[in-house]
């Protein structure tokens, strides 16, 4: 396991969290005859993606762990499924996109995608 944690912030927005898997294969095409696919990983990894309801401080908290902590998304980090409470060593897919949300001075949904490694 990594030795960075996700910092405490809410759970996903209700309707916003989605859990898929990482194509385990690379396929290639030979001169004839059909594609070849192999393994790439010796077990299935797991992609999630979710939004996050965040006050103005909760985005910095998130925003600073990005930049900071993981060096702009390169480290990985432990992350707890918010429904299993299973904890899974992961990376950001990109960075956390913030949306300020209308007719509020202090709320933001996140978007986030991580990547099991």
């Not at 900071?68 to 899974?88: E, I, M, S």
Request: proline content about 8%; aromatic content about 10%; charged content about 20%.
């Amino acid at each position: 396991m990594a030795d960075i944690d996700f910092p405490a912030l809410p759970n996903p927005a209700g309707g916003s969290f989605s859990e898929s898997e990482v194509p385990s294969w690379v396929e290639d095409r030979g001169e004839v005859g059909p594609p070849r696919r192999r393994n790439r990983f010796t077990r299935s990894l797991e992609s999630f993606s979710f939004a996050l309801q965040l006050t103005n401080a909760q985005k910095e908290i998130l925003m600073d762990f990005y930049q900071a902590d993981l060096a702009r998304g390169v480290k990985a980090f432990n992350w707890t499924h918010p429904t299993t409470q299973k904890v899974h060593e992961v990376q950001f897919v990109q960075r956390p996109q913030p949306t300020h949300l209308s007719g509020s001075i202090d709320l933001w949904e996140v978007a986030i995608s991580l990547q099991e490694i």
